[in-house]
């Protein structure tokens, strides 16, 4: 596609109930990233895919949070039993490979969590 | 551990010229980028240094100094469209980008 595309743009949740999101990137990209970004803060990263490479799961911020990445393409992020705190923007990002690391950002979707 | 510092606001008047400074400690590195972030958008790319230097583009230009860890992000010619944060990033030696907190950056008339 032209850009990197999220879905949905908004989500309202109660507290406990799981959650996805979706991203598509940038065709012919193979690295894939989440991010969060709560008001006014700078990026958290959470998850990075290169390839058919295992994923870095290292900025995931407990066992609730969870993503994949199908077919080397689309990803999820998934989040179960929804906390208040879990409430931010949530960014998805691509890039050509992760030498050539100019990251393309989604437009983001706003979790929020009652 | 890996540290990016850079200013958490800064205020220019419109027309002039403003520097936002960005240090760095990471574990190794593989080049610097700037990033432009308005209000309730995602950021979006401006500039890449690897190299020591200075990199022009157009209104903006962006240093690097690799042995003091150093980048600043000059912006001249100030518009009020360029209100927004400004966001340092520095690529670690596993090619992961390590995200400053941001400027955010006050033009006013």
């Known amino acids: 596609g032209a850009g990197v595309s999220q879905s949905p743009s908004n989500k309202v949740t109660e507290k406990g109930k799981d959650v996805e999101l979706r991203c598509d990137p940038i065709?012919?990209?193979?690295?894939l990233y989440w991010y969060r970004q709560s008001l006014g803060q700078g990026l958290e990263f959470l998850i990075y895919f290169q390839g058919n490479s295992a994923p870095d799961k290292s900025g995931l911020p407990s066992d609730r949070f969870s993503a994949e990445r199908t077919g080397g393409s689309v990803s999820t992020l998934t989040i179960q039993r929804t906390q208040q705190e879990d409430s931010a923007v949530y960014l998805c990002a691509s890039s050509f490979s992760r030498e050539r690391n100019e990251q393309f950002f989604g437009p983001g979707t706003r979790l929020t969590v009652l | 551990g890996q540290n990016i510092d850079q200013p958490t606001e800064m205020t220019a008047t419109e027309g002039a010229i403003v520097q936002i400074n960005c240090t760095y400690q990471?574990?190794?590195?593989?080049?610097l980028f700037w990033y432009q972030q308005h209000a309730g958008e995602a950021p979006t790319f401006l500039s890449y240094n690897v190299l020591d230097g200075l990199e022009e583009k157009g209104r903006f230009s962006s240093f690097l100094s690799r042995s003091k860890g150093y980048s600043y992000l000059l912006l001249k010619e100030l518009q009020m469209k360029d209100s927004a944060s400004y966001l340092c990033?520095?690529?670690?030696?596993?090619?992961?980008?390590?995200w400053g907190a941001g400027t955010k950056l006050i033009i006013k008339p």
């Open positions: 990033a520095v690529m670690d030696s596993n090619y992961q980008l390590i």
């Open positions: 990471t574990s190794g590195f593989n080049g």
């Open positions: 065709s012919g990209h193979t690295a």
